[in-house]
């Protein structure tokens, strides 16, 4: 049995109608609520490694054992016939919000919003977007991320008239909307970063959509053997890994002799990815 307690980490008061979710590998999940004092109890749960979960709306979520968000942490071995103490001390959640607008300071609507953290990995540092939601602009443009943990963010904005497989025409030839970074920029690298503070609000992160001409890609693709095979081809931002040209991994399939175009892509730099027939992805 695992039992304890969940309380806010500001106020040490309980943390109501929280769940705790217990996970063993390869069996479904047990979840239980909290009470008013913030108690819970999960009851003949099967010996072995588990891994401990408690969220609620409002707060950051804790895997038991993390001393930070953004940590990792081990699983709990549990013995047959165990009782297990669990506490957990949630710490409020962020939200940033603003407005998205078009090059002409009108509202667009179904825009893709995300908070971006910077990561160091074995190949360079790189953006990875967290889980905040629902980070879809509405009729004003106007969009929320909420459950944000403490700390620093990029906001990025992929716009949905974004395909790279249709180009958008104006009198000086076709353009697309190009993924852009607060304050309204199309390079990771110039964009401004945003602290968010634990349960405070970040207002007013405004910024437009940036207007390129479209670049046509093309290319041809090869199996191992040098023969042409089928395959989708997307294009990936060499830095921010989930600002997808295509808004979503939408490619483009390869003909019969292993060719592609994607002719709208904004300028830039892109890691060209590529999935065959069998899901193997190849860069």
């Given at each position: 049995m695992i039992r304890g307690r969940v309380v806010?980490?500001?106020?040490?008061?309980?943390?109501?109608?929280?769940?705790?979710?217990?996970?063993?590998?390869?069996?479904?999940?047990?979840?239980?609520?909290?009470?008013?004092?913030?108690?819970?109890?999960?009851?003949?749960?099967?010996?072995?490694?588990?891994?401990?979960?408690?969220?609620?709306?409002?707060?950051?979520?804790?895997?038991?054992?993390?001393?930070?968000?953004?940590s990792a942490s081990e699983p709990v071995s549990l013995g047959d016939g165990q009782q297990f103490t669990a506490e957990f001390a949630l710490l409020r959640a962020g939200v940033l919000t603003g407005r998205v607008f078009d090059e002409f300071g009108d509202p667009v609507a179904n825009v893709r919003v995300a908070a971006m953290r910077s990561q160091l990995t074995p190949t360079g540092r790189r953006l990875f977007a967290?889980?905040?939601?629902?980070?879809?602009?509405?009729?004003?443009?106007?969009?929320?991320?909420?459950?944000?943990?403490?700390?620093?963010?990029?906001?990025?904005?992929?716009?949905?008239a974004m395909n790279v497989n249709v180009p958008l025409l104006a009198p000086g030839g076709p353009v697309t909307y190009a993924a852009t970074f607060?304050?309204?920029?199309t390079d990771a690298g110039s964009a401004e970063r945003i602290t968010v503070a634990a349960g405070r609000d970040q207002h007013n992160i405004d910024f437009g959509l940036i207007v390129t001409p479209a670049v046509q890609v093309s290319g041809v693709v090869l199996g191992l053997n040098g023969t042409p095979i089928q395959a989708t081809v997307n294009l990936r931002g060499a830095l921010a890994t989930d600002v997808i040209v295509g808004g979503g991994r939408r490619g483009v399939t390869t003909s019969a002799d292993g060719r592609f175009i994607l002719p709208?892509?904004?300028?830039?730099?892109?890691?060209?990815?590529?999935?065959?027939?069998?899901?193997c992805p190849q860069s």
């Open positions: 806010s980490a500001d106020t040490g008061t309980p943390v109501r109608r929280a769940q705790v979710q217990a996970t063993f590998r390869g069996q479904s999940a047990r979840i239980a609520l909290t009470d008013a004092d913030g108690r819970f109890e999960l009851r003949d749960l099967p010996a072995g490694s588990v891994v401990l979960r408690a969220s609620k709306t409002g707060f950051v979520p804790q895997q038991f054992g993390q001393r930070s968000a953004f967290v889980s905040a939601g629902p980070g879809i602009t509405d009729d004003t443009g106007a969009y929320r991320l909420y459950g944000l943990a403490p700390g620093t963010y990029y906001v990025s904005a992929t716009p949905p607060f304050p309204g920029t709208s892509a904004p300028p830039g730099s892109y890691v060209v990815e590529v999935t065959g027939r069998r899901d």
